[in-house]
């Protein structure tokens, strides 16, 4: 058995109509519908950061999520956690109270849930907005050095239900852009 080679070939932004990925970004009304879109324009997700409408993808410090995360657990914010690979995805959502540091792994050590995240193997951190119908949902999403999708964090919410304000104040208080 072969390992599976992770590295993400982009194509060159120049090839890519912006304007219209843009647009269609902006015309998103599910975040379920990301993807979709992301193949659609042959773009990988840390690319689209790059070239997301502006305000809509924002290049944030890894420490300002640490504090994000520590606000959430001081605040009992619900929260959801998707991490993933090609092969499996696991999502929680619920609370994330008890944090630790440990050497270069930042964790989150509760019963109902348990994330490593190795600060060192992080190579960018992005606040992201997505539109839906329910308005825009907010998330972080952290990247490796080949552009993979390590973790992401969103607010609990439901379908047909905004996001929640807390959240959104979290995130507006504790990300610090770069």
Not at 28 to 51: E, I, W
Not at 58 to 80: N, P, R
Not at 136 to 157: H, L, M, P, W
Request: proline letters at 4%; aromatic letters at 10%.
């Amino acid at each position: 058995m072969q390992p599976v080679d992770k590295t993400i070939v982009e194509k060159p932004d120049s090839e890519i109509d912006v304007d219209s990925f843009k647009e269609a970004w902006l015309a998103l009304t599910d975040t379920h519908q990301f993807f979709g879109f992301l193949n659609k324009f042959g773009v990988s997700r840390r690319q689209a950061m790059r070239l997301a409408p502006a305000g809509y993808a924002t290049e944030v410090y890894f420490d300002s999520v640490k504090g994000l995360l520590e606000a959430v657990s001081e605040q009992d914010l619900d929260i959801m956690v998707f991490i993933g690979s090609r092969g499996c995805i696991q999502i929680h959502t619920g609370k994330a109270k008890k944090l630790l540091q440990s050497g270069p792994w930042f964790n989150i050590l509760d019963p109902e849930f348990n994330m490593h995240l190795r600060e060192d193997a992080v190579d960018s951190v992005w606040l992201v907005k997505k539109p839906t119908t329910d308005g825009d949902v907010t998330s972080i999403e952290a990247y490796d050095k080949d552009g993979n999708i390590i973790v992401q964090f969103f607010g609990k919410r439901k379908p047909r239900i905004p996001e929640n304000e807390a959240w959104r104040k979290v995130v507006a208080d504790y990300l610090v852009k770069k």
